[in-house]
């Protein structure tokens, strides 16, 4: 009998007992085409010996030293990799162990820097409806996915939620798609006009919206905007790239294909490519000089800050991604696969969108094409293909859920960037059968 807390207690799941390239496999000797990377994490693959070697090597030296008496090696070499690399004037990288934790650290940042700065009533947060910042509080707080959230509330912190820039939902008919981009980027100034400017400090969002609607871009000019009405009213824009970044969407930062450079980044899932657990919060020159000249010390902290394994498992993929050119290999199956896509299901009857940038992409399902009516919650459509899938050898990560709480059906594709032709075939094909089972 297991002792596991499951997420999910009513379900058995197989015993995963071995990971090669972009396949896993379960004791009883199935094999899984791993195409959402779990959670956007796997970007090399499985088995990865370089990544392990590096990982080995740094256990062998230093497994672990606490940051409030040591710096390491691994961390400092992550940190600069990172800044190398970083959009704008990204300066500083706090290590933390995961995604949650990364955009944790962003708010308590972000709130620290006014209170250094002096302007103590800047303690909001606006973000959107359709996103997911994690799972502790006040990242859930920033999330803003009913399902999600609607148990919690009590324990959730007040923050504003404006509409997502949603193309096949919330652009009107006859719309530019760059005059949705503007028209959406504003209601970011309705919002701080509503709740007063100077109550409000930082915009947090996905560049490309992941776990909550299915690999979601935003209409070209729309982060310009946003850059620009957070500059206006001098708000700080914090970019959540913790499934989006790591070379996801053919870019180490996605926001590099937005044209804006953020004050706070977040990455995480792809930096530790799931052979350790990291994330990451960088932030820029002047975030950093504030604390630097004001108390000196960030009012926050993890025991596993830092922690030297994961850093050096991070340098190792990054160096990965990096000397192996696998970001314009992103790119180029990327593309493939969304023509793959788009050749099996443009006519489907119950596939809405097909979206998505890199090797992040996303299909909509819904019950009436011509409509974009979704289908009936209670179906789980998209829950009901993960199932089906899975069933057939294919890992996709499934997502109910738009603007409106559960409005909506998603399967979010995330395969390892070293993903081949014939497995794009492999997904595309198992996905199909998925789909129709599920139906
Ligand atoms: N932010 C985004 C955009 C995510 O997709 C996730 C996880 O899916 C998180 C934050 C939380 O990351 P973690 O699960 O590592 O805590």
């Known amino acids: 009998m297991s002792h596991i807390f499951p997420r999910h207690t009513k379900q058995v799941f197989p015993t995963a007992v071995r990971g090669e390239g972009c396949y896993l496999y ?8 791993d195409a959402s990377g779990g959670a956007a994490v796997s970007c090399l693959g499985h088995g990865d010996v370089e990544i392990i070697e590096a990982v ?25 990799l990172l800044i190398d690399h970083a959009p704008g004037d990204i300066d500083r ?23 250094e700065k002096g302007e103590p009533k800047r303690g909001r947060v606006i973000a959107r409806k359709q996103s997911y910042h994690g799972n502790t509080m006040g990242a859930l707080s920033a999330g803003g996915n009913a399902w999600r959230r609607e148990q919690f509330g009590p324990l959730l912190i007040d923050m504003s939620h404006i509409d997502p820039c949603y193309e096949y939902r919330l652009k009107h008919d006859g ?32 560049p490309v919206v992941g776990a909550t609607a299915g690999a979601l871009t935003a209409a070209p000019g729309y982060f310009k905007r946003i850059r620009e009405i957070c500059d206006k009213y001098g708000i700080l824009l914090i970019l959540d790239e ?43 020159k002047q975030i950093y000089g504030a604390i630097e000249a004001g108390s000196g010390f960030f ?30 290999r992103v790119q180029e199956q ?39 009516a979704p289908f009936d919650p209670s179906r789980k459509i998209a829950a009901r293909t993960k ?16 603007i409106d709480g559960r409005l909506g059906d998603h399967i979010l594709l995330a395969p390892p960037f070293i993903i081949e032709d014939s497995q794009i075939d492999e997904l595309v094909q198992k996905l199909s059968v998925a789909i129709d089972t599920a139906l």
């Open 93 to 115: 990288v706090y290590l933390v162990s995961g995604g949650s934790e990364a955009m944790e650290a962003a708010l308590k940042l972000a709130r620290q820097y006014f209170v």
């Open 299 to 328: 009012q926050h902290g993890h025991t596993y800050l830092g922690h030297p394994t994961a850093a050096a498992a991070g340098v190792a993929v990054v160096n990965a991604i990096l000397e192996r050119n696998l970001i314009p």
């Open 334 to 372: 990327g593309e493939k696969l969304m023509t793959a896509l788009a050749d099996e299901f443009n006519q489907h009857p119950h596939i809405g969108d097909i979206r998505g940038r890199g090797l992040f992409q996303g299909i909509e399902l819904v019950s009436d094409r011509d409509t974009k």
């Open 26 to 33: 379960d004791s009883q000797g199935k094999q899984y085409l």
């Open 56 to 80: 080995k090597a740094q256990l062998d030296s230093l497994a672990y030293a606490h940051t409030g008496f040591f710096t390491s090696e691994p961390a400092e070499r992550l940190a600069s």
């Open 242 to 284: 913790v499934m989006c970044g790591m070379g996801r969407t053919g870019s180490l930062f996605a926001c590099e294909q937005e044209g804006v450079s953020p004050d706070i980044v977040c990455v995480a899932k792809g930096l530790g490519a799931g052979y350790q657990p990291i994330g990451a919060m960088l932030c820029s």
């Open 387 to 402: 199932s089906a899938a899975f069933d057939a050898g294919l890992i996709c990560y499934p997502m109910s859920g738009t």
């Open 175 to 206: 719309e530019s798609l760059e005059d949705y981009g503007i028209r959406a980027a504003n209601l970011l100034e309705e919002e701080l006009l509503r709740v007063g400017p100077e109550t409000v400090m930082a915009f947090a969002a996905e």
